[in-house]
């Protein structure tokens, strides 16, 4: 079994800064785009940013500038730096990633239970 266990949503007032790790753990193989996507109620997810390695990245526009994608490949985890927060930031954040699962051998697309972000004006 994979998971993808998400950490460091919260409360945090507009121009302040949060940071969201996500984890993958399981009998995994490798991992490949990592990414984190957010969704506002009766609104579609969205892509935030993602990421295949440091070099390829890529960002919603509206998040160009502030929001900062990273990953650990030694621990497959992904991070989210998310500074200048607006209240239009507010949402719950999901990790996504493409994982290769060990046994047997395939490629599967998981989520993470989501982190809200609420960020006062």
């Known amino acids: 079994q994979v998971q993808l266990v998400e950490s460091g949503g919260g409360l945090v007032q507009a121009g302040g800064s949060l940071t969201l790790s996500c984890a993958a753990s399981?009998?995994?193989?490798?991992?490949?785009?990592m990414g984190w996507y957010r969704q506002l109620p009766g609104k579609q997810r969205e892509l935030v940013a993602s990421?295949?390695?440091?070099?390829?990245?890529n960002y919603a526009d509206s998040v160009k500038g502030r929001f900062t994608i990273s990953r650990n490949n030694a621990n497959n985890t992904v991070y989210l730096q998310m500074n200048s927060l607006k209240p239009e930031d507010t949402a719950v954040y999901y990790c996504?990633?493409?994982?290769?699962?060990?046994?047997?051998?395939?490629?599967?697309?998981?989520w993470g239970q989501g982190t809200q972000v609420t960020v006062s004006s």
């Open positions: 399981g009998t995994i193989s490798s991992v490949n785009t």
């Open positions: 990421i295949i390695s440091r070099r390829s990245t």
């Open positions: 996504n990633a493409d994982i290769w699962v060990a046994f047997p051998r395939r490629l599967t697309n998981y």
